[in-house]
Each structure stands twice: as structure tokens, then as C-alpha cells.
């Protein structure tokens, strides 16, 4: 047990590369904030766009919900990072890593808004439209509302998951919490450092995971 608690639970190694690990962790929170917001606001209006817009314009979002929802987050980051330049487009790490989680993050938050205004009863825009009500103010005021109910537990989940896959942002040498674990442990020669960072992950992730089981069962309760 001793070498066991020496090797993987180390204090005294802990304590010596705590702080690099807590700049990681900044900068998880920073990139999967920031990658859920902006992918979040672009995936509604490409959703809006499959839906509403003229047919070239959905024929591209359905070509971007497609390809995205395809390809493996650390083929777009590659990509962003390691062949942009060719094309004389250089991006830094964390931008890099924020462009193409946010790419694929949009996809999926596209078909989540989709299948919540599908959900809803076209007599309600159809009402909305005899009464005279412009196409944006149904849209915001009738559509949206209602959409987002049916569509914010799956968009947490797909946003818990998407916080989870920013440790890829360690394969463009971006100073995440994975970066800076591996970092630590080939400073030390010890395994420690993982364990610590899975430990911060759990710490930071799994209230959202409890977010998504209450969501969950707060607006299965509702729909009943």
C-alpha cells in the first residue's frame, strides 16, 4: 500500500505541481465556456436557417450539421490547427481548439433546437400568423420559448460533453488541464498529477451531470 499511495497519491508531488494544474483548470473552464456559448448561439441559427431559410441557405446548414456531427473533434482540430497554415490562416491553440469544438458543438445543438421547434404544434404559427405577427417576432416570442423547453436537458448534456472533450485541446499544446497533468507528471516522473486532474475534472463536471439528471426529470415531470 505504501508504494502504492507513493506512486499515485503523492503529497508532496501534488502540492509542487498544484498550481500549474489550477492554470489548467482556468483555462478548461475559459475554453468549454466559451466554446458553449458562441457553438450554442451558432447552432440556433443554423437550426433557424435549415428551417426558415431560402434553399441554398439550408442546403449549406444541412451540409454543416452533416459533416460535423461526422468527424471526430480531433480530426477538425488537427485540421484547424496543422493545415490552416498552409493556406497562410495561422490560429493560436486555444483559438484553434475553441473553432472546432464550437463547430461541432454547433451541429449537434443545431438538431437539439430542431427537433424542439419541430416538436411544436404548427397551428400556434399559423394563429400567430393570422393575427398579423411578423415572421422574427414568432419566431422569438412563440417558437423559441417553447423550443427551449424541449430542448435544454438534451443541449446540457451535449454541453457537459463537449466540456469534457476540451482535454483534446492537449494535442495543439493549449495549457488545458490534461496539458498541464501530462506536463507535470514527465516533470516529476510520477503518475500523481493524472490522478489529480481526474479529480479536478470530476470536481468540476459532475454538478453539471446532476444539472442534466434534475433538468431531466423536471420537464419529464412537467410533460405528465
Request: glycine share 6%; hydrophobic share 55%.
Amino acid at each position: 500500500m505504501p508504494g502504492f499511495v507513493d506512486t499515485f497519491l503523492n503529497a508532496e508531488v501534488f502540492f509542487r505541481i498544484f498550481p500549474m494544474l489550477l492554470k489548467g483548470v482556468g483555462n478548461t473552464i475559459l475554453l468549454a465556456l466559451t466554446t458553449i456559448t458562441l457553438g450554442g448561439l451558432a447552432g440556433v441559427l443554423i437550426c433557424l436557417a435549415r428551417l426558415y431559410g431560402p434553399r441554398p441557405l439550408r442546403l449549406l446548414a444541412v451540409l454543416h450539421v452533416d459533416v460535423f456531427r461526422a468527424l471526430p473533434i480531433l480530426v477538425v482540430l488537427v485540421l484547424i490547427y496543422y493545415a490552416l497554415p498552409f493556406v497562410g490562416i495561422r490560429l493560436n491553440a486555444f483559438t484553434s481548439a475553441t473553432l472546432a469544438l464550437g463547430l461541432v458543438f454547433s451541429a449537434f445543438t443545431a438538431e437539439v433546437f430542431r427537433a424542439g421547434i419541430q416538436s411544436i404544434p404548427e397551428g400556434q404559427t399559423e394563429a400567430a400568423k393570422a393575427l398579423g405577427m411578423p415572421f422574427w417576432a414568432i419566431i422569438y416570442k412563440i417558437i423559441l420559448p417553447q423550443a427551449f423547453r424541449v430542448a435544454i436537458p438534451p443541449h446540457t448534456s451535449n454541453s457537459v460533453a463537449i466540456a469534457k472533450d476540451t482535454s483534446l485541446a492537449s494535442v495543439v499544446a493549449m495549457p488545458d488541464l490534461l496539458k498541464q497533468a501530462t506536463d507535470a507528471q514527465a516533470l516529476t516522473a510520477n503518475p500523481t498529477p493524472l490522478i489529480a486532474a481526474a479529480v479536478m475534472y470530476l470536481i468540476v463536471l459532475w454538478p453539471a451531470v446532476r444539472l442534466v439528471s434534475y433538468l431531466e426529470e423536471r420537464f419529464r415531470t412537467v410533460k405528465r
